[in-house]
């Protein structure tokens, strides 16, 4: 049996990766992929916890996954929305680097 | 019959959709109406079920009188911002059904964030207030500032949003649950020390995310650049809807999920309180873009809030129990800062122009606004006699109950610096010249929302009894907290 | 034996996460992101819960990525500088993530979290089907998100089209 903390780690480690490439990536689509890392590392969390943690009630019996179903289906509307703002960004301006989107200032 | 304000939203938004789709170009001029009749029946579905207090869905989703006050918020804010936005959009987009509809869905989705009593249901309702919020951002995608701000919003937003999402998840973790009650209970029970880590770590995770939403420092940087960008009628959405909801299921979370941790909740967000309200206030002394101006206003106005709640105490029968003079702040708020804005929108539909510099000589062009610009400015500093003033005093009287003397005097001492950059608006209208000195015509609609917003403002100054019973109802809910 | 399994995907899932991240190409970044995306499907395997593991494949690997490829080819394809030139946003960024990495070990790494399980245990998912016992949940207990779900996917349709739709009469500047 794999202890939990070995899941909970490697989603720690996934979460601040995605963190650090959003935050320190210039490329507005690479920012979205770190985004994007740190909800599969949240994913990781919830279905470890479903798999080990005894539900409260018998109706959170699978809350973790289902809570996790609907993460995955955000994830595809955001990275959706993100995308087409990126495009519509991309057509006036020519640059998807966050550095050069500065008519107003950060 | 408990979700009927939601389901009348959801079936206007689809409403709106369809009309735009079918619709002939005279049939289209009906939309903003279609979408003003859907909220004011929403209002009145919500004021139907006024008085319940039940837990549906398994305990996901909350009817109680704490979020039917913020349903009642949501549905008068959508209704003002519509009707003010038919002007403004005139000309600028030729999609005003996909506008309206994705609005109502916003409001929608404010609906249920208040409602919303499970994990699940806090994400789901935030980020669909957030993905509905990015898209009206940058509805303009022929204007530059509307694309960069619906980015640069997008981006934090994203990240702040994964990051509450890892905290929500470590929630459920440690309780096994996805309701609040639940995880309450889960607390409390437990003697496990790491089980008591994972609870403190988890909620400033978590607040990542509803930081973002009340636009707190160190969550802020988006707001003035979004405020700038977005279509000015959806700036004004932003300053009041996702910051009023962003506040419920804060108060929701920290009152009924986190009051055995409030000892060390409650140093954390004074810290926060203090420097949101100063950095807010201070960087406002600089701008010279009136929404600039406004969006670091609004953030100084949520650190004034977050007093409130620091300086809650549910014990006893004290006026000033803190989440009252929340509630009553937010309400207060929603029609100071909207007016302020329905003023710049008079003034950007008719000129463009959106800086103090344009605002010279306002009392001559355009006397009305500039008369109503001084009962915002009062009220959103808090000067009596105004609803501002009301708000403060609640909040400010909880921190003194409470004895936090300074985060009460560092509060007023930021209430005297807002009004340095308030008077900067007041005296570049009232006593610079004008460059043009046409005067300024406004829209006869424009005109009847500025009148019902500043006529709320005073009325809730000289006779707030009213409002005093509806926040006093709707905390009603709250067992005994301290 | 699952041990091993588990660590060999938790390396892999680890290595490419990291190889994402400094990648200068995006398209390579993306190519690694598909490897984290397989590595954790794997990892939902062992924690007997194959319905998340070929969503997982199918919605993140299979739609989501395809996705940004498609973004990336068509914006100008290596153009990217990789990892921000700002000195202090990329330090802000290591010290961050490195702080909320130490934190986070240090709080989970120690917690005795109760191993017992409800009634789905993995002999019971696998006598029920997984896929069968997480659908008859979403619509019963978990009907109203369901549908709040499908609104929001109607809301960001919409709103896609609007942002991403071809200009008809104004050209590009």
């Given amino acids: ?106 | 019959m408990l979700i009927s304000p939601e389901l009348i939203l959801a079936i206007f938004g689809m409403l709106v959709l369809v009309v735009d789709l079918i619709g002939r170009a005279r049939t289209r001029e009906w939309l903003p109406w279609v979408t003003v009749l859907g909220f004011v029946l929403a209002f009145a579905a919500t004021l139907y079920i006024w008085g319940s207090n039940a837990s549906i869905f398994a305990g996901m989703y909350s009817v109680d009188m704490f979020s039917l006050f913020f349903k009642l918020l949501a549905t008068i804010a959508g209704t003002m911002i519509v009707l003010v936005s038919i002007d403004y959009l005139r000309g600028r987009t030729t999609r005003q059904g996909e506008f309206f509809s994705i609005f109502t869905f916003s409001i929608l989705a404010m609906t249920m964030m208040a409602s919303s009593a499970s994990l699940l249901m806090i994400y789901l309702s935030i980020e669909f207030l957030s993905y509905t919020s990015y898209l009206l951002t940058g509805f303009l995608r022929e204007d530059k500032k509307s694309n960069e701000a619906a980015l640069k919003y997008f981006l934090y937003g994203a990240i702040t949003s994964a990051v509450m999402l890892y905290g929500l998840s470590l929630l459920y973790g440690v309780s096994g649950s996805l309701n609040l009650t639940d995880i309450a209970t889960a607390f409390a029970n437990t003697v496990d020390p790491s089980v008591r880590t994972v609870a403190l770590v988890a909620p400033a995770l978590v607040l990542a995310g509803l930081g973002f939403k009340i636009s707190l420092v160190p969550f802020h940087q988006w707001a003035p650049d979004a405020y700038e960008g977005a279509p000015t009628p959806v700036t004004a959405f932003l300053s009041v809807g996702p910051k009023a909801v962003g506040f419920a299921i804060l108060l929701r979370v920290a009152l009924t999920t986190l009051p055995i941790y409030q000892a060390s909740w409650i140093p954390l967000l004074a810290v926060i309180s203090i420097i949101t309200m100063t950095l807010g206030n201070l960087v406002a002394l600089r701008q010279t873009n009136i929404k600039r101006l406004l969006a670091y206003s609004s953030i100084a106005q949520a650190g004034y809030m977050l007093i409130g709640l620091v300086g809650v105490n549910l014990t006893g029968n004290s006026p000033f129990s803190g989440l009252n003079g929340v509630l009553i702040y937010l309400f207060a708020y929603l029609f100071t800062n909207l007016g302020a804005f329905i003023c710049v929108i008079a003034i950007e539909n008719a000129t463009g122009a959106v800086n103090i510099a344009d605002y010279a000589g306002l009392v001559r062009r355009a006397p009305f606004v500039a008369a109503l610009f001084i009962i915002f400015f009062l009220s959103l500093a808090g000067i009596p006699p105004t609803a501002g003033f009301i708000g403060k005093f609640f909040v400010f009287g909880a921190a003194l109950r409470e004895g936090f003397l300074t985060l009460a005097a560092i509060g007023v001492i930021n209430s005297i610096i807002s009004v340095f950059y308030y008077f900067a608006v007041i005296r570049a209208a009232f006593f610079l010249d004008a460059k043009d000195p046409s005067p300024i015509r406004i829209t006869p609609l424009v005109t009847a929302m500025l009148t019902v917003t500043a006529a709320m403002v005073l009325l809730i100054a000289v006779y707030p009894q009213p409002l005093f019973n509806l926040a006093a109802w709707s905390m009603g809910m709250f067992g005994v907290v301290k | 034996m699952s041990l091993l399994v588990f660590y060999l995907f938790a390396a892999i899932a680890v290595l490419a996460a990291l190889g994402m991240v400094v990648l200068r190409n995006p398209v390579h970044s993306a190519l690694s992101l598909a490897l984290v995306f397989v590595s954790l499907a794997a990892m939902y395997v062992l924690l007997s819960a194959p319905f998340i593991a070929v969503a997982q494949v199918m919605i993140y690997a299979g739609a989501i990525l395809i996705l940004f490829v498609f973004v990336i080819m068509l914006l100008s394809p290596g153009t990217d500088q990789g990892v921000g030139a700002l000195k202090a946003q990329r330090g802000l960024a290591i010290l961050f993530g490195a702080a909320l990495l130490v934190l986070l070990i240090a709080v989970l790494g120690g917690a005795v979290l109760p191993p017992t399980r409800g009634t789905f245990t993995p002999e019971a998912i696998a006598a029920e089907g997984d896929t069968q016992a997480v659908g008859a949940l979403l619509f019963t207990n978990f009907l109203l998100p369901f549908e709040i779900t499908s609104i929001l996917l109607l809301v960001a349709i919409v709103g896609v089209i609007v942002l991403a739709k071809k200009r008809q009469s104004i050209s590009k500047q």
Wanted: neutral net charge.
């Fill in chain 1, 1 to 106: 049996m794999i202890p939990l903390q070995f899941y909970l780690i490697v989603a720690a480690i996934l979460f601040c990766l995605g963190l650090f490439g959003a935050l320190a990536r210039r490329n507005a689509v690479a920012i979205l992929m770190g985004i994007e890392l740190m909800l599969n590392a949240v994913n990781i969390n919830l279905v470890a916890f479903w798999r080990y943690v005894k539900p409260a009630a018998p109706t959170m019996d699978l809350a973790g996954q289902i809570f996790a179903l609907f993460v995955v289906t955000l994830a595809a509307a955001e990275a959706a929305i993100g995308l087409a703002l990126i495009i519509a960004i991309y057509r006036s301006r020519d640059t998807v680097n966050v550095e050069d989107v500065d008519l107003m200032k950060w």
